[in-house]
């Protein structure tokens, strides 16, 4: 594709509900982050996955949250039980990681809503 | 661990005006640093980076440069346009995690250019 595309822009939840959000990187990037941006913060890592390593989970708040990359590919984010806390906007990003170039490219992000 | 500082906004000018945006991080490693640009409605953008000591990155008239005695990597612009009017981010990658080249963002810094 033409970039790092994420869906859905907005998700409004309840308290409690669980929440999947979608990354789909660029083609033939092997490398895919996620990150969290809090309103009036900076971006705070989450997670990483690396072609078929197991991936770097350091960033991961809590263990209401988890990721899963299907085939090298596409990515989704699970928040379990969320809290209000959890509202923030999810940014996606991939790279060619250890192929090449380390530059990540961003998608537009999941604006998420915790009522 | 790693840290990114950046200067509180927002920041309004005037067109044609001086910008600098300072930045200084603390790293136990020798990162790469970046400065990346969010417009308005669009995701973020890498606008430049400088993976050592001394290095100059430089793109659409802005420029910054790797100190690392001072551990700083200000951002400048000799003449503003409204059109660079956007958030601005500072962001360190340490290699020392092997593969995972996570970004370590600021909190982010608006700009603000009018005519």
């Known amino acids: 594709g033409a970039g790092v595309s994420q869906s859905p822009s907005n998700k409004v939840t309840e308290k409690g509900k669980d929440v999947e959000l979608r990354c789909d990187p660029i083609s033939g990037h092997t490398a895919l982050y996620w990150y969290r941006q809090r309103l009036g913060q900076g971006l705070e890592f989450l997670i990483y996955f690396q072609g078929n390593s197991a991936p770097d989970k350091s960033g991961l708040p809590s263990d209401r949250f988890s990721a899963e990359r299907t085939g090298g590919s596409v990515s989704t984010l699970t928040i379990q039980r969320t809290q209000q806390e959890d509202s923030a906007v999810y940014l996606c990003a991939s790279s060619l990681g250890v192929l090449g170039s380390n530059e990540q490219f961003f998608g537009p992000g999941t604006r998420l809503t915790v009522l | 661990g790693d840290s990114v500082t950046q200067m509180e906004g927002p920041v309004t000018l005037s067109e044609e005006a001086f910008l600098t945006i300072n930045c200084t991080y603390t790293a136990t490693g020798y990162p790469s640093l970046f400065w990346y640009v969010q417009y308005p409605g669009e995701g973020l953008q890498l606008l430049l980076k400088?993976?050592?000591?001394?290095d100059k990155g430089s793109n659409k008239g802005f420029e910054a440069t790797y100190r690392k005695e001072t551990t700083s990597f200000h951002l400048e612009k000799g003449s503003v346009q409204v059109s660079d009017s956007a958030v601005y981010f500072c962001?360190?990658?340490?290699?020392?995690?092997?593969?995972?080249?996570?970004?370590?963002f600021g909190k982010g810094t608006l700009l603000t250019v009018n005519p």
């Open positions: 400088a993976t050592k000591a001394d």
């Open positions: 962001a360190l990658s340490d290699m020392r995690g092997g593969s995972n080249y996570k970004l370590t």
